[in-house]
């Protein structure tokens, strides 16, 4: 493999980690905060539906990324509505949460837009373009750092680096502020918090907003940067392996962004390779498929440290007993 | 003293749910401009209107009893298998191997061995996730779902670059020899004067499926196996001041239910395709939570349960050719009766509790 095809592949590495990367910081808030999010497929498939729609209609990416937010931010709701208010299990919701993202914006495109479930193709302020870093253009010639800088650093949408710029600051908030604290509190122990004088419905509240906006940027990325549109069922299991690193990360922010860049390097060379050959031993596609999802059940499985989830994860809060 | 009779909690509390459910499609219906009593009347008129039309409602809820039954089995242990579309996707590799590499005689030799097949594999790609559960106590909802994908991934491998007849670019078998082929209704019915369409794909897996309906009730509720489960379910302390072990209560109420969820391809891949394609599941693993919660996980609930999804599903067939409405509105009835029965169940229980309970203090 040359020079350039590696920094094309790592290159497609960064494009295609952003909304695995941004997904799994959700799904980090809302499970900090004990609340399991398997839904997180479902909101980033509303919001790529509603942000491709809107950019469509308005002419501007930012209204579609507001209104993508918006969509996910209400499934986000419903989550919190049914595992916090109502108490009922959170499995159960974060499916439903997938599913009615699933039948509606189907359901909703073809009302609007009349082309079989999809968006039109979005062109020039509908789409997030790339931006050029300073001197990149002056960097280019220089051997080895210049096609790394100009091609792998520079050039990405406002999105990515907003997504890699989110892992520090998760990092921060959840370890470093006093919300981060009760945060990861109430996903351990919320009684205690709750004695201390703190609403556990309201941190958990905002952690599952959190987590929806999180979900919304993720989703509008897909359908306004990555691709041009939205079309059926876009979101493909991301939401998913976004789950899977997750778990991978053991729910830990720089964790999560290594276990993503892995999963977002297993699909650019599942995308760009197909069948790998390794010295006479073919590597089907399909094992780069599946890898994320076999890497996750071996890490839960313990055979390779173990992951363990917040104590109160799942649990709904009940104050009185 | 229970707040409500046990029949409210049965019978109103679904109904409740599916009642609500219902209204707010039929807003969602209203939105995209179509009238929702003019889109339920097409629905009936092309489910049950008709013998083709009961044969596919028969066809889809024959799928839906099968992952229902699967399930009801797992909720029973407190066990919540999502996997059921994973494991009917390798039932289905089951059927196909059997019956594209042994020459049967007669197809009711094949169908035996078909069903054991197909819960074999079933059972066997719930168990990994079982054994995780029960002796590493990896989350079984985390696992099933990933074992989904790696089925899904697996069947694409076997299909594309294994079991794909030379010079087909399409990635399924072949299709199964002709004396594999299951009777569709039509046949069985034949003999006794009873005219039923010949198109519709309803086959004698619909007998097995009832069958598996009774015999998974006599299992929980006349076995001592049965108690154990549901004594598990209920409080895992006390199955264990019992001398009831969870390991073998996990294990073997997962394999059931996978063997279960595994057996749904004696009817779409044997019954209906006679060969195996991709994505044969078209998600029926996960109608099948809907099927288990709307029925209460008691056999004859999925069973009506199963019924009502067929209906469901041939009946937003019908809509998507005649109307503007897509199927995906199935989709979001289905997540609708999900959210309801599922997670939101407190939301309709807490009225109605409350109901009861001054009901009865104007008595007292």
Same mark, same amino acid.
């Given at each position: 493999m040359?020079?350039?095809?590696?920094?094309?592949?790592? $290159?497609?590495?960064?494009?295609?980690?952003?909304p695995?990367?941004?997904?799994c910081?959700?799904?980090l *808030?809302?499970?900090?905060?004990?609340?399991?999010?398997?839904?997180?497929?479902?909101?980033?498939?509303?919001?790529?539906?509603?942000?491709?729609?809107?950019?469509?209609?308005?002419?501007?990416?930012?209204?579609?990324?507001l209104?993508?937010?918006?969509?996910?931010?209400?499934? +986000?709701?419903?989550h919190?509505?049914?595992?916090i208010?109502f108490?009922?299990?959170?499995?159960?919701?974060?499916?439903?949460?997938?599913?009615l993202?699933?039948?509606?914006t189907?359901?909703?495109?073809?009302?609007?837009?009349?082309?079989?479930?999809?968006?039109? +193709?979005?062109t020039?302020?509908?789409?997030?373009?790339?931006?050029?870093?300073?001197?990149?253009?002056?960097?280019?010639?220089?051997?080895?750092?210049?096609?790394?800088?100009?091609?792998?650093?520079?050039?990405? +949408?406002i999105?990515?680096?907003?997504?890699?710029?989110m892992?520090?600051?998760?990092?921060?908030?959840?370890f470093?502020t006093?919300?981060?604290?009760?945060?990861?509190?109430?996903?351990?122990?919320?009684?205690?918090? $709750?004695?201390?004088?703190?609403?556990?419905?309201?941190?958990?509240y905002?952690?599952?907003l959190?987590?929806?906006?999180?979900?919304?940027?993720?989703?509008? *990325?897909?359908?306004?940067?990555?691709?041009?549109?939205?079309?059926? $069922?876009?979101?493909?299991?991301?939401?998913?392996?976004?789950?899977?690193?997750?778990i991978?990360?053991k729910?830990?922010?720089?964790?999560?962004?290594?276990?993503c860049?892995?999963?977002?390097?297993?699909?650019?060379?599942?995308?760009?390779?197909?069948?790998?050959?390794?010295?006479?031993?073919?590597?089907?596609?399909?094992?780069?498929?599946?890898?994320? *999802?076999?890497?996750?059940?071996v890490?839960?499985?313990?055979?390779?440290?173990?992951?363990?989830?917040?104590?109160?994860?799942?649990?709904? *809060?009940?104050?009185?007993? | 003293?229970?707040?409500?009779?046990?029949?409210a909690d049965?019978?109103?509390?679904?109904?409740?749910?599916?009642?609500?459910?219902?209204f707010?499609?039929?807003?969602?219906?209203?939105?995209?401009?179509?009238?929702?009593?003019?889109?339920?009347?097409?629905?009936?008129?092309?489910?049950?209107?008709?013998?083709?039309?009961?044969?596919?409602?028969?066809?889809?809820?024959?799928?839906?009893?099968?992952?229902g039954?699967?399930?009801?089995?797992?909720?029973?242990?407190?066990?919540?298998?999502?996997g059921?579309?994973?494991?009917?996707?390798?039932?289905?590799?089951?059927?196909?191997?059997?019956?594209?590499?042994?020459?049967?005689?007669?197809?009711?030799?094949?169908?035996?061995?078909?069903?054991?097949?197909s819960?074999?594999?079933?059972?066997?790609?719930?168990?990994?996730?079982?054994?995780?559960?029960?002796?590493r106590?990896?989350?079984?909802v985390?696992?099933?779902?990933?074992?989904?994908f790696?089925?899904?991934?697996?069947?694409?491998?076997?299909?594309?670059?294994?079991?794909?007849p030379?010079?087909?670019?399409?990635?399924?078998?072949?299709?199964?020899?002709?004396?594999?082929n299951?009777?569709?209704?039509?046949e069985?019915?034949?003999?006794?004067?009873?005219?039923?369409?010949?198109?519709?794909?309803v086959?004698?897996s619909?007998?097995i499926?009832?069958?598996?309906?009774?015999?998974?009730?006599?299992?929980?509720?006349?076995?001592?196996?049965g108690y154990?489960?549901?004594?598990?379910?209920?409080?895992?302390?006390?199955?264990?001041?019992?001398?009831?072990?969870?390991?073998?209560?996990?294990?073997? +109420?997962?394999?059931?239910?996978?063997?279960?969820?595994?057996?749904?391809?004696?009817?779409?891949?044997?019954?209906?395709?006679?060969?195996?394609?991709?994505?044969a599941t078209?998600g029926?693993?996960?109608?099948?939570?809907?099927?288990?919660?709307?029925?209460?996980?008691?056999?004859?609930?999925?069973?009506?349960a199963?019924i009502?999804?067929?209906?469901?599903y041939?009946?937003?067939?019908?809509?998507?050719?005649?109307?503007?409405i897509?199927?995906e509105?199935?989709?979001?009835?289905?997540?609708?009766?999900?959210?309801?029965?599922g997670?939101? $169940?407190?939301?309709?229980?807490?009225?109605?509790?409350?109901l009861?309970?001054?009901?009865?203090?104007?008595r007292?």
């Amino acid at each position: 493999m040359d020079f350039i095809t590696l920094i094309q592949v790592l $290159d497609s590495t960064i494009r295609l980690t952003t909304p695995l990367l941004l997904a799994c910081l959700a799904g980090l *808030y809302s499970e900090r905060a004990g609340i399991f999010d398997i839904g997180l497929e479902g909101k980033m498939l509303a919001s790529a539906f509603l942000s491709a729609a809107i950019a469509y209609v308005s002419g501007s990416v930012w209204l579609g990324l507001l209104a993508g937010i918006a969509a996910s931010v209400l499934l +986000s709701a419903l989550h919190g509505l049914a595992s916090i208010t109502f108490r009922g299990n959170q499995l159960i919701s974060g499916l439903a949460v997938t599913m009615l993202a699933q039948g509606f914006t189907v359901l909703v495109a073809q009302d609007w837009f009349q082309q079989g479930g999809r968006t039109p +193709s979005l062109t020039g302020a509908g789409r997030f373009t790339g931006i050029t870093l300073p001197f990149a253009d002056a960097l280019e010639p220089v051997p080895v750092i210049g096609p790394i800088y100009a091609e792998l650093i520079s050039g990405h +949408s406002i999105l990515v680096y907003l997504a890699f710029a989110m892992v520090p600051l998760t990092w921060w908030i959840l370890f470093r502020t006093r919300f981060g604290l009760r945060l990861r509190a109430v996903g351990e122990n919320p009684a205690a918090v $709750d004695t201390a004088g703190i609403s556990v419905t309201g941190l958990r509240y905002a952690a599952v907003l959190i987590c929806g906006v999180l979900c919304g940027i993720a989703g509008a *990325y897909l359908s306004t940067a990555l691709q041009a549109g939205f079309v059926k $069922d876009m979101t493909a299991g991301r939401g998913y392996i976004a789950l899977a690193a997750l778990i991978f990360a053991k729910w830990r922010p720089w964790h999560a962004l290594w276990s993503c860049l892995l999963f977002g390097l297993l699909q650019a060379v599942a995308l760009r390779f197909q069948n790998i050959d390794l010295g006479g031993i073919v590597i089907p596609v399909q094992v780069m498929d599946a890898l994320p *999802y076999i890497l996750t059940v071996v890490i839960l499985a313990g055979f390779v440290g173990k992951a363990i989830p917040p104590r109160a994860g799942g649990e709904p *809060y009940v104050k009185e007993r | 003293m229970d707040k409500m009779p046990h029949w409210a909690d049965v019978i109103l509390i679904p109904l409740i749910s599916l009642i609500l459910a219902a209204f707010l499609s039929a807003l969602v219906i209203l939105a995209i401009g179509e009238n929702p009593v003019e889109a339920l009347q097409l629905m009936v008129q092309g489910s049950l209107g008709s013998t083709y039309g009961w044969g596919y409602t028969l066809y889809y809820a024959t799928n839906f009893m099968f992952t229902g039954l699967a399930v009801a089995v797992a909720f029973h242990a407190r066990m919540f298998n999502i996997g059921g579309e994973g494991q009917a996707m390798l039932g289905g590799l089951g059927v196909a191997l059997v019956c594209l590499y042994v020459p049967w005689p007669h197809w009711t030799i094949a169908l035996v061995f078909a069903i054991a097949a197909s819960a074999a594999f079933g059972a066997l790609w719930a168990m990994i996730p079982a054994y995780l559960q029960a002796a590493r106590g990896s989350h079984i909802v985390i696992t099933t779902i990933m074992f989904n994908f790696i089925a899904s991934a697996f069947l694409n491998y076997m299909l594309v670059n294994v079991m794909r007849p030379a010079g087909s670019m399409d990635p399924a078998t072949e299709r199964f020899p002709e004396a594999v082929n299951l009777p569709t209704l039509h046949e069985m019915l034949l003999p006794f004067g009873i005219q039923f369409s010949k198109a519709a794909p309803v086959n004698f897996s619909l007998v097995i499926a009832i069958l598996a309906c009774i015999l998974v009730w006599v299992l929980i509720w006349r076995t001592r196996l049965g108690y154990e489960i549901r004594a598990y379910g209920h409080s895992e302390p006390g199955a264990l001041y019992a001398g009831i072990s969870p390991f073998k209560i996990i294990m073997i +109420s997962m394999l059931i239910s996978g063997g279960l969820a595994g057996m749904m391809a004696i009817n779409n891949v044997m019954g209906e395709a006679e060969r195996l394609v991709l994505n044969a599941t078209e998600g029926a693993g996960f109608i099948g939570i809907a099927v288990a919660l709307m029925g209460r996980s008691h056999p004859f609930g999925v069973f009506l349960a199963a019924i009502l999804f067929g209906f469901l599903y041939q009946g937003g067939a019908e809509l998507a050719l005649w109307t503007n409405i897509p199927r995906e509105l199935i989709v979001v009835i289905q997540a609708l009766v999900i959210m309801l029965t599922g997670a939101l $169940d407190n939301m309709v229980r807490m009225p109605l509790e409350k109901l009861f309970l001054s009901m009865r203090k104007g008595r007292a």
